[in-house]
């Protein structure tokens, strides 16, 4: 690489800032001075224009991505006594929050093309569970990646076994499915809003969604303390709130949403197209889904070797996920599996490869990126 060479981060959670940066700085000097920085106008503005966004009736604003989920789970009253069906291709958080409740975490595998829970071994489970476990009362699919679920079998089998669904799109807001937007079709559907997210606000932050309006007054009870009336806790409650700065942040940045996920799938077809002819495969769609590619994945064997060659030409890449949950020490030889032993999410761990993503690469990035993949 010589000196003139561009350089190519994989993120820039900065670069999402300073592209909005006049009106970001004005929203949260409009929250500061407000003088109420906890559960006020901003968050519940923000609360009803991400429902609206979304095609929901309800949204409820939390700390962070893993405490949506658990209090999506609280909500629903599962916690000891059950269990939940997720993934181990995932962010720790999904199983993390899982265990918060006291509910007990069953890992399936992934779908090997789309990384994705894999819909028939999650419908054997729920026909057949694994014995010793507690009732399986929730499943978490996640939409990773930018991409849905095949989620059509497991609401069917989810349905015919009395199991809520619960859709982690903390990687695919604005993803859709056979033209629906994931998070809607669930029962409830959470969100992270951590910078690097297709959404992401600048400090941490979450968001669920739901049409049932009983479960989001419970849920927004037990954000503070269970409270209905200040003071008061009518039942067990914890302390996760979205705070009044992130949310006047959120509601800028909301707006370029939909034109960020456009600029994604602009930067993954440039991709697509460098990859064509090189002994690299692009990323495989599910038929009838819009990626929103919060990662742009490749699944390469040689994946140490490509990554160093890669770096030397100024690109940045990552691994979401070096290791499996079931894996990974805190988890290793405690947690349950499905029948296929999650033996296709080993082999993808070992194999998967992110390169830079995120709406604010440059064309100048993108092209020097899409010159060096054709030269692969």
Same mark, same amino acid.
């Given at each position: 690489?010589?000196?003139?060479?561009?350089?190519?981060?994989?993120?820039?959670?900065? *670069?999402?800032?300073?592209?909005?940066?006049?009106?970001?700085?004005?929203?949260?000097?409009?929250?500061?001075?407000?003088?109420?920085?906890?559960?006020?106008?901003?968050?519940?503005?923000?609360?009803?224009?991400?429902?609206?966004?979304?095609?929901?009736?309800?949204?409820?604003?939390?700390?962070?991505?893993?405490?949506?989920?658990?209090?999506?789970?609280?909500?629903?009253?599962?916690?000891?006594?059950?269990?939940?069906?997720?993934?181990?291709?995932?962010?720790? !958080?999904?199983? *993390?929050?899982?265990?918060?409740?006291?509910?007990?975490?069953?890992?399936?595998?992934?779908?090997?093309?789309?990384?994705?829970?894999?819909?028939?071994?999650?419908?054997?489970?729920?026909?057949?569970? %694994?014995?010793?476990?507690?009732?399986?009362?929730?499943?978490?699919?996640?939409?990773?990646?930018?991409?849905?679920?095949?989620?059509?079998?497991?609401?069917?089998?989810?349905?015919?076994?009395?199991?809520?669904?619960?859709?982690?799109?903390?990687?695919?807001?604005?993803?859709?499915?056979?033209?629906?937007?994931?998070?809607?079709?669930?029962?409830?559907?959470?969100?992270?809003?951590? %910078?690097?997210?297709?959404?992401?606000?600048?400090?941490?932050?979450?968001?669920?969604?739901?049409?049932?309006?009983?479960?989001?007054?419970?849920?927004?009870?037990?954000?503070?303390?269970?409270?209905?009336?200040?003071?008061?806790?009518?039942?067990?409650?914890?302390?996760?709130?979205?705070?009044?700065?992130?949310?006047?942040?959120?509601?800028?940045?909301?707006?370029?949403?939909?034109?960020?996920?456009?600029?994604?799938?602009?930067?993954?077809?440039?991709?697509?197209?460098?990859?064509?002819?090189?002994?690299?495969?692009?990323?495989?769609?599910?038929?009838?889904?819009?990626?929103?590619?919060?990662?742009?994945?490749?699944?390469?064997?040689?994946?140490?070797?490509?990554?160093?060659?890669?770096?030397?030409?100024?690109? !940045?890449?990552?691994?979401?996920?070096?290791?499996?949950?079931?894996?990974?020490?805190?988890?290793?030889?405690?947690?349950?599996?499905?029948?296929?032993?999650?033996?296709?999410?080993?082999?993808?761990? !070992?194999?998967?490869?992110?390169?830079?993503?995120?709406?604010?690469?440059?064309?100048?990035?993108?092209?020097?990126?899409?010159?060096?993949?054709?030269?692969?």
């Amino acid at each position: 690489m010589n000196a003139t060479t561009i350089t190519v981060p994989q993120a820039d959670p900065g *670069a999402g800032y300073r592209a909005h940066k006049e009106e970001i700085d004005a929203a949260a000097l409009r929250a500061l001075g407000s003088g109420w920085y906890i559960l006020g106008k901003e968050g519940e503005a923000f609360e009803k224009e991400y429902a609206a966004w979304q095609g929901q009736k309800r949204a409820v604003g939390c700390a962070n991505g893993t405490d949506a989920l658990a209090l999506t789970l609280r909500g629903m009253g599962i916690g000891p006594g059950c269990t939940v069906v997720t993934v181990s291709h995932t962010a720790v !958080a999904t199983v *993390a929050a899982i265990e918060m409740t006291g509910a007990t975490p069953l890992l399936v595998d992934i779908d090997p093309d789309t990384f994705t829970m894999d819909a028939d071994e999650l419908v054997a489970v729920l026909e057949d569970p %694994p014995p010793g476990l507690p009732p399986i009362r929730a499943i978490i699919p996640v939409h990773l990646y930018g991409q849905a679920c095949d989620l059509d079998p497991m609401l069917a089998a989810c349905k015919a076994h009395g199991v809520m669904l619960i859709e982690d799109c903390s990687q695919a807001h604005g993803a859709t499915l056979t033209g629906r937007k994931v998070g809607t079709m669930g029962d409830a559907a959470c969100f992270s809003l951590y %910078p690097t997210k297709n959404l992401g606000a600048l400090g941490d932050g979450g968001v669920l969604t739901t049409d049932d309006e009983a479960l989001a007054d419970r849920i927004g009870a037990i954000r503070q303390y269970g409270w209905k009336e200040r003071y008061i806790s009518d039942g067990v409650g914890v302390n996760s709130r979205l705070d009044e700065i992130q949310a006047a942040i959120l509601r800028v940045k909301l707006n370029y949403l939909d034109a960020g996920n456009a600029r994604r799938q602009a930067i993954a077809a440039a991709y697509d197209e460098a990859l064509a002819g090189t002994r690299y495969a692009a990323p495989i769609r599910r038929e009838g889904s819009g990626h929103v590619f919060h990662q742009y994945v490749l699944r390469v064997p040689e994946r140490a070797a490509l990554m160093a060659r890669l770096r030397a030409e100024g690109v !940045a890449t990552a691994i979401h996920y070096p290791s499996p949950v079931h894996l990974q020490p805190a988890y290793r030889g405690r947690t349950a599996l499905g029948p296929a032993g999650c033996a296709e999410t080993a082999r993808a761990a !070992a194999e998967v490869m992110s390169l830079p993503m995120f709406p604010e690469l440059t064309d100048a990035q993108v092209g020097h990126v899409c010159t060096v993949l054709r030269g692969l």
